[in-house]
């Protein structure tokens, strides 16, 4: 879009109180970073799709479902940013929802009745978000011409490529201002933060070397880290690189749907009170010691070379005695949900968190896959969720792409079990159409879900969870995970 036509676009949409283009111009949403192009699907996945649709075992195209106590109470379109929907953080009365085009700043004050307050237009997947005080950080994992929010996408092979973290100030939340840059070894395509003494400390996960690529050479056996001076962000810099699999990590599988090679984190969630990290790397899943945020440690590590494919997230239960830990298997972009795949891939895997110090070990107890199978049509795998934090008991809620947001009860680790959900019918029944749920997390009594149909709100109301409504936070960001006690 020229300049004119988006503003036609968004006053014809009533609904941005701004637009702010973090940048000395207006920037042009990339191509490059657009949503993925529907796949004709073949003639047998079609049929299904229709066949179960008929049958009732799965809702019509685009049909909204919930259980009977959910509800499904908002839903805002995309708006100008037209890329995927990505994470989401909270502060206050606002949700910050990330998007490959930039980043969206809704008021939740009345959470039925979202609005937008402002879009910043700041291209360069996969922006992912996170929130502390005035300071808002985005990550960059895709080759851009600069750090510039008018960058452009080049090819990776480019010695002057850049990909890392962007730090902006949004003390005015109509008007957030873009501060600082830091480029980090093959991007970020997530980060974790780690509030420290004056600082923030965030843990860039990114993976996928290339010898081809002069910012992303092998070994890439680490995160990066980077510091943001509380007083200064734009002075927010690379402070270290600590390697994490010093014999290289999981070697990897290259059968078809086999184990993916470690090469980096694909993400960490910390749990600041207990000073402890838990890390999904593509074929490791890992603890780390984060008493000195600087200086992060390894003290546990699992895999688990039958079932998962891809340790993609993780999640802590209310006192840390469990991590759920996420398989994205197919990437993400797979239909897993159905009967083929079967319920232990594609799935959660919950552990058990035991000992003390550097004596602690993970144990696993049992898998979690939703329980209703999608189409074949349908993108579906286990993605990001929050803990509910329910008096007693373990709960949380999660994304599954096109398998909609599923509320799952894991307070018996052998036995975690679907309590809830919401979802919406294939896409199509003809193609296979990226879509669905990207994100989902609990704040102040509803959850918020980062969808490819745009901004959903949903609220559950069961005796399990009512508890959690007391529970008021002023900022989450979901992969630093808060004592909720």
Known sequence: MRRGRLGAALAALGLVASLFAAGPAWATPDPGDQPRTPKEASQQDRERTRKAIEKGDIPGVDEVVTSDNVSHVANLPKGALQGNNTDLAFQGRYAFAGNYDGFTVYDIKNPEKPRVVSQVLCPGSQNDISVAGDRLYLSTDSSRSDDSCESTTQPATEKDSWEGMKVFDISDKRHPKYVAAVETACGSHTHTL????????????????????????????????????????????????????????????DSEGGISK????????????????????????????????????????????????????????????????????????????????????????????????????????????IP???????????????????????????????????????????????IGHFERGPLSDEAAIFGGAWSAYYYNGYVYSNDQKGFDVLRIDDPRTDSAKKVRMKELNAQTQPDYR
């Open 372 to 418: 209703r199978h999608q189409a074949d049509t349908e993108n579906c795998v286990a993605h990001n969720g929050s803990l509910i934090p329910a008096k007693g008991r373990d709960i949380m809620v999660q994304a599954w792409y096109q398998g909609g947001v599923s509320f799952v009860d894991f307070t018996n680790p052998e036995k975690p079990k679907e």
């Open 262 to 369: 470690t090469t980096g984190c694909h993400d960490i969630t910390a749990f600041p009170k207990l000073r402890l990290a838990a890390g999904a790397c593509m074929g490791d899943g890992i603890l780390l010691d984060i008493s000195k945020p600087a200086k992060p440690r390894v003290i546990e590590r699992v895999r688990d070379d039958k079932n998962f494919a891809f340790w993609h997230s993780a999640t802590f239960s209310e006192n840390g005695d469990k991590v759920v830990f996420t398989d994205e298997l197919g990437g993400g972009e797979a239909p897993t949900c159905n009967k083929e795949t079967g319920p232990k891939r594609g799935a959660d895997g919950v552990y058990d968190l035991t000992g003390k110090g550097d004596k602690r070990q993970l144990t696993f107890r049992g898998y979690y896959k």
């Open 194 to 253: 780690v509030p420290g003494r004056g600082a923030d400390y965030l843990y860039v996960s990114s993976y996928g070397p290339d010898a081809t690529y002069p910012d992303c050479q092998p070994p890439h056996d680490g995160i990066s880290i980077v510091k943001v001076p509380h007083r200064a962000p734009q002075k927010a810099a690379l402070v270290d690189f600590p390697v994490l699999f010093p014999d290289g990590g999981n070697p990897g599988d």
